[in-house]
């Protein structure tokens, strides 16, 4: 039984967890970790009905963790008669857009990252920020601000938004800490964002005061998403994270984040990115060039046998800075891809072997929409939306924190220090080794294949996907058994 007849404190719920990994406990000492009360005390000003900030957020962050997966459901559950704030209390503070959410979260990223500096024992492996969009298809045409964007995976325009997401890897853990959300105009005058005129204004709206954080998160939809971008790395950078690497595909890559990355000045950051602007010219040996024609002035390209890639490199200026240029390919009639570095050092393999991190984000991306259900709030108010997301990408930091602190680096600090081969691997390593090695294999038997496509049809790929894990956990099933 609940020791009150109303909840008003994440620790009142742990009697009804069932969840087989994350027990509310924890949450709670997470909290304490967090110093959660402290994060957001300047928020508690914002009572409504007097309830403050901190009792109906923690209730939020747990709704996953006790089989609930909206404040709807939990309403109307068994939980129902001791959760005293109705469901009009929880909607209020989500559609507020006087909370900065965006601080919100990056208060539980900074703490995230001391709370396992303290407890890490290796503090030298490679430091990235990984930055990446996802779509977030919804169902309501009413909903505010929402529009038709185009998707590269399914190739057609879906109703919903572009999540575009900055995350940060430690070395041995993913987790977000920026986002920001997009709509696409297009260029049809008849139906901007995708939508008759008549349904754009029948959407959802509200008046949001001047310089209010929901007022900037409305801005931001119709900001390009490299701009976006870029003022997330920014703001990274000045909230004091250290980053070796910045890691993106070639959506992203472009002159000014080169710039960007260059003008940081307390470290030295570099930019590792996929290249596909086919028009851009390089000054190679004097002369400016495509890449197309400097990669055909490089002769025969060499072979990386641990990569199993055929590649060639070359050191130019774009528009006078110092960047190198890889080319890749597989097998010796496969489609050349291009990589961008500013690290002038770097060699092919190195390359490769750190770019591969940036798959841990597509990891976060179907993880998070399985377990947590990113994307599915159909909230009218883009308030909501935001809210929304926020919170799911905070349920994400908690997740991970306590993996890393169980699985890892306890553990896994024992086997390393016994130098014993590690029996539990994250999913994103053991994921990406597995598929790696798959590629590889079809590399060795089909020239033409586009290893980049075929991973991404993969991670779409629900069946597909599925037979991946249930391979990974019969796998770590039989480790076990082999170490005891």
């Not at 391979?471 to 480790?479: C, D, G, T, Y």
Request: aromatic content about 12%; glycine content about 6%; overall charge positive.
């Amino acid at each position: 039984m609940l020791q009150n007849k109303s909840i008003k404190k994440i620790s009142e719920l742990k009697n009804g967890f069932t969840h087989r990994w994350l027990e509310l406990d924890f949450i709670i000492e997470l909290f304490g970790a967090f110093k959660f009360t402290g994060l957001i005390k300047s928020l508690n000003k914002l009572k409504l009905r007097g309830y403050n900030f901190e009792s109906l957020f923690s209730i939020l962050i747990a709704l996953p963790f006790i089989g609930e997966n909206s404040i709807s459901s939990l309403t109307s559950s068994k939980w129902s008669k001791t959760v005293e704030a109705h469901k009009d209390t929880f909607y209020r503070l989500k559609n507020n857009s006087m909370i900065n959410w965006r601080n919100i979260l990056w208060l539980f990223a900074c703490r995230f990252v001391k709370a396992v500096k303290s407890k890490s024992e290796n503090t030298d492996e490679i430091k990235c920020l990984i930055i990446d969009d996802s779509m977030l298809s919804k169902t309501g045409k009413l909903i505010e601000k929402i529009g038709k964007v185009w998707d590269h995976v399914t190739n057609r325009s879906v109703l919903g938004f572009k999540l575009l997401l900055m995350g940060y890897w430690d070395g041995f853990s993913f987790i977000p800490i920026d986002f920001s959300l997009h709509r696409e105009k297009g260029k049809n005058k008849d139906k901007p964002y995708g939508l008759l005129k008549r349904i754009l204004k029948k959407q959802f709206r509200k008046k949001r005061q001047v310089g209010s954080p929901g007022k900037g998160r409305i801005k931001e939809l119709d900001l390009s998403k490299v701009e976006s971008a870029l003022q997330m790395f920014k703001r990274a950078i000045s909230k004091g994270f250290r980053v070796d690497y910045v890691l993106m595909d070639s959506w992203f890559t472009c002159e000014a984040f080169i710039k960007a990355v260059r003008a940081v000045k307390k470290q030295t950051v570099h930019l590792i990115g996929m290249y596909k602007i086919a028009r851009a010219k390089f000054e190679y040996l004097g002369k400016p060039y495509t890449y197309s024609q400097i990669r055909n002035m490089l002769g025969k390209p060499k072979r990386c046998r641990k990569a199993r890639l055929y590649y060639l490199e070359a050191q130019v200026l774009f528009n006078g800075m110092p960047v190198k240029l890889f080319f890749s390919r597989q097998g010796k009639n496969g489609k050349w891809k291009v990589f961008l570095t500013t690290d002038m050092k770097i060699s092919f393999l190195r390359m490769v072997e750190i770019y591969q991190i940036r798959w841990t984000i597509e990891v976060f991306f179907k993880e998070s929409k399985q377990l947590l259900g990113l994307g599915k709030c159909q909230a009218s108010d883009f308030d909501g939306q935001v809210a929304e997301t926020t919170i799911t990408l905070i349920q994400y930091i908690l997740l991970t924190l306590r993996y890393r602190f169980d699985k890892y680096e306890s553990k896994g600090a024992l086997f390393r220090q016994a130098k014993v081969e590690v029996f539990e691997i994250r999913l994103s390593e053991r994921l990406w080794g597995l598929l790696l090695e798959l590629l590889k294999l079809i590399e060795d038997l089909f020239d033409d294949v586009d290893e980049m496509r075929l991973m991404e049809k993969i991670f779409n790929n629900e069946k597909a996907y599925n037979k991946i894990c249930m391979l990974i956990a019969q796998s770590e099933e039989s480790e076990y058994s082999n170490a005891a």
